[in-house]
């Protein structure tokens, strides 16, 4: 038996992966399973950047690039963050990675260490705890509230740190609620965590999705001082469709980024060459095609939240961003289907996708058990017909 190391050990497997797992099996079967477990858009890669990537193959644009990003692509960046938030930075600050995932490995890698303490605010995205334990530091989970739309306040943020507290992770829009942070709430968690120089790595990759006219402010756009000490993470699989072409990035004062672009140089190299070229077309084209996803996304968040609300015992809160609901569902604990129990989320979850083929993915993955999450990333005809299916369930359990 080849021995595995602790590190390897320490991983845990996904907890959405057996609901996955089982939705899949369904689907194969020829059973019609409506999902709404998705994490990506279901929109179609814009043309003009699929025409990128193709003539870039023909010119020959083939071969290694610099180990964190080509230069055109890094001004690309450079120039989205001084357009759309207004950030300067230089392109020895930058870092393009395999993905935003890729991107945040490297930031938990080159900033924590052993004895480390990373302030994670749950609902969190199920990646970032492993990383952090990966990077061998330690999650220090903080519960935030539904009534205050699961944002942390600076009282429940002060109530955690302690003198190991090395970085907080910030995720707005927040995968899974949707919750957006303001300006004002982002000031005054800013102000705790440079009184305790505290590194900031704030994860944007849902920045485009956004409704009710709301702006995304990144948090080190608030002021010099929270600038110098972020690391802002993004990317272009949610906001251009383009989840498979493997492109995120980092912005970070220039020692970071070299550190990360180090890092990478020796594992992954650079991301690939050709998906560079699209990134490239995605942020400095037309961008039209975000904001045609934008308007159907707020419309079916608009139905699906007007359903779940309507079902009685469920709440709610709006979510702001992202394409996920993350109701509340414990109302329905202790009830029971044909003698089968419903004792917290992940029961539920399974009763929904074996009695109604319908595949949510339950709040422990999130680190609640209250919560199921819900994506939106899919036609509204599903929607209506996964939400009928979802009542009928829940208003059949005793
Ligand atoms: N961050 C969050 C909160 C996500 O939900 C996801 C994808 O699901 C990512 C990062 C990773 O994005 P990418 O496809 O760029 O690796």
Redesign the pocket.
Known sequence: MMRLSERALGISPSPTLSIDAKAKQMKASGIKVISFGV?EPDFDTPDHIKEAAIEAIKAGETRYTPAGGTLKLKQAIVDKFRRENGLEYQTNQIVVSV????S?YNAFQVLCQPGDEVILPAPY?VSYLEQIKLAGAEAVIVQTREENGFKLTPRELKEVITARSRVFLL?SPS?PTGGVYTRDELAALGEVLLEHNITIIS?E??EKLLYDGLEHVSIASVSPQLKENTVVIN?V??AYAM?GW?I?YAAAPAPVAKAMADLQSHSTSNPTSIAQAASVAALNGPQDAVAAMVVEFEKRRNYMLERINAIPGITCPKPGGAFYLYPNVSAYFGKSYQGRPVNNATDLANLLLEVAEVAVVPGIAFGGDDFIRLSYATSMENIKEGMDRIEKLLGALE
């Open positions: 994490g993905g935003a995932k890729h945040l995205w995720n995968n994860d990759i849902y990317g699989s949610k989840t493997r995120g």
